[in-house]
């Protein structure tokens, strides 16, 4: 068995048994997480993590981790309820490690055990059909670039991750690095969209500065189609 199966499998049991630990903890966490993950209520969240009180830090930690192994649920609404309880340094620092922690976890469920799930969802986007951009050195750059925009589909781009050549190591890597200026700007748009009359103004050049981002990566992407 080589290290990257190692760290998978690690991974894999880590995951499972915190699972099982939060269930013991609370037998009834899944039904109010799904609840609270599928409201779209942004108060309702944030009443429901900082109802953990002193722990509500690191629940709101574990609950972002989940949400993005998931895959397929929203994690802004946690990424702006961070912002609001903790603080924006702060709640960008919890959501950008637990967004990062999630997606690794989503991906090694996808390339270990959920393969053809990851198949079926990269096949729903005309965009994200050719995993051959993954392929060897050109995947970790792919991977940073798309991981750096706020708002993308997390669950599509960590399947065509899974279902790519791209490595355990460059995949991690370049989450982390990815998602630190992405997770910011979604912290920052969500604690001044809330909070918009004291923000407006800080509001307007993140937005700006979102377009650019998008911009500049769109442009970045045409150029590349063409060499």
């Excluded at 925009?149 to 065509?160: C, H, K, R, V």
């Excluded at 190591?169 to 630190?180: E, H, P, R, S, V």
Aim: charged fraction near 15%; include cysteine.
């Amino acid at each position: 068995m080589d290290k990257e199966n190692k760290v998978k499998i690690a991974i894999l049991v880590i995951f499972i048994a915190v699972l099982g630990l939060i269930y013991i903890l609370n037998p009834n966490f899944y039904s109010e997480f799904w609840h609270v993950a599928t409201s779209g209520n942004m108060q309702e969240t944030v009443d429901y993590i900082n109802s953990f009180g002193a722990w509500a830090i690191i629940f709101s930690f574990l609950l972002d981790v989940l949400i993005n192994a998931l895959g397929f649920l929203p994690s802004i609404f946690v990424s702006t309820a961070n912002g609001l309880l903790f603080g924006i340094v702060p709640g960008i620092i919890v959501s950008w490690l637990a967004e990062t922690a999630g997606v690794i976890i989503s991906f090694v469920l996808m390339r270990t055990i959920l393969r053809s799930s990851a198949e079926k969802i990269i096949a729903k986007s005309k965009y994200l059909k050719k995993a051959d951009d993954f392929s060897g050195k050109n995947g970790f750059k792919v991977m940073l670039i798309l991981r750096a925009m706020p708002y993308f589909p997390s669950g599509i781009l960590t399947a065509l991750g899974a279902v790519s050549r791209i490595s355990l190591k460059d995949y991690a890597l370049a989450n982390l690095i990815g998602k630190f200026p992405s997770t910011s700007l979604e912290v920052v748009i969500g604690h001044d969209v809330v909070n918009y009359q004291q923000n407006l103004d800080r509001l307007m050049i993140v937005i700006v500065l979102v377009c650019i981002i998008y911009g500049a990566i769109w442009y970045y992407q045409r150029r590349m189609s063409k060499n």
